[in-house]
């Protein structure tokens, strides 16, 4: 079944050039939280995006600046806390119109005013969206929001995360996981990824995949900061959001096995799949 996915990876013309491949923008980070926004901007330059920006608190640009390389960054106002703060809405929804997929929350902070922020943001940012972490907190008792967005929005909860937004306990969903993100993406219109062994991935139209790559060792942080940024890659070079989500956990997970195989599992941490994911793509390719 994965392979029908795999199929619609762009190939690359010889004349090709960078704005053929997607503009990602990553909305990510706070203090003590570089290593979110560094990872899923990472992973989405990683996974083929010809530009990704990453828009973080303006205290931490200059930490953005020396951790990224190959991406830009986009310095935001912030609240004193080194969080992202609401004047950077405005800011924000003028930089999208540019932009072909949009990752919102990873260690983007819990603080207040972040969060409100990422509500405004999902009523009114007309790109396909990828929330993740404290972006999806910011649901909590609202995830409505989601039925009333136009484009596609795609969404990475762990079991915890996903607790949260339907009010159940975490040992509920765990027994019941094909059926808790099958209604959750039927009744919210989004595309879900409940992640876990056999992350499970859920469309409106009832569409389901369970994933069997990955391993244990993905058990540690910033692991689904990798698995964001590689989703908002595919989505951002035209794959459409339930094959991008499927392509990206099936690859994530391909890439941890590979570094599993070379480093055992005990000793895995997130930068071992981006050194992965290179060789991940080929194998697939």
Same mark, same amino acid.
């Given at each position: ?75 935001l ?55 993740d ?13 989601l ?6 929005t ?18 509920? #969903? ?6 808790? /993100?099958? &209604?959750? @993406?039927? $009744?919210? *219109?989004?595309?879900?990824? +409940?992640k ?50 499927? #392509?990206?956990?099936y690859?994530?997970?391909? /890439?941890? &096995?590979l @570094?599993? $195989?070379? *480093?055992?599992?005990?000793? +895995? ?15 697939i390719?």
């Open positions: 079944m994965v392979k029908k996915h795999i199929s619609k990876i762009p190939r690359r013309r010889e004349d090709s050039h960078k704005g053929d491949f997607g503009h990602v923008f990553v909305l990510a980070g706070s203090q003590g939280m570089t290593g979110a926004a560094f990872l899923a901007s990472q992973a989405a330059m990683r996974s083929g995006s010809g530009l990704v920006t990453c828009g973080v608190p303006k205290s931490l640009n200059a930490i953005m600046e020396t951790k990224l390389t190959e991406a830009m960054t986009l310095a106002p912030e609240v004193k806390d080194g969080a992202l703060a609401l004047p950077a809405e405005k800011i924000i929804l003028q930089f999208v119109k540019k932009t072909d997929a949009v990752v919102v929350g990873p260690g983007i902070s819990r603080h207040p005013e972040t969060q409100k922020l990422v509500r405004n943001l999902l009523e009114k940012i007309n790109k396909p969206v990828i929330l972490a404290d972006g999806i907190i910011a649901l909590a008792g609202n995830a409505d929001i039925k009333k967005r136009i484009l596609p795609v969404l990475t909860p762990h079991p915890g995360e996903m607790s949260r937004l339907v009010g159940k306990d975490v040992r509920a #969903i765990q027994a019941n996981r094909e059926k808790t /993100a099958s &209604d959750f @993406a039927k $009744k919210h *219109k989004v595309i879900l990824a +409940l876990g062994r056999k992350t499970v991935i859920a469309d409106p139209k009832g569409n389901t995949y369970i994933n069997r790559t990955g391993n244990s060792g993905m058990s540690t942080a910033g692991v689904g900061d990798v698995l964001t940024g590689m989703i908002a890659s595919f989505v951002g070079q035209g794959i459409n959001p339930y094959s991008a989500t499927v #392509i990206g956990v690859l994530h997970g391909l /890439a941890g &096995d @570094a599993a $195989k070379e *480093k055992g599992q005990f000793s +895995l941490i997130a930068t071992d799949l981006l050194e992965k994911l290179p060789q991940a793509i080929k194998k390719l």
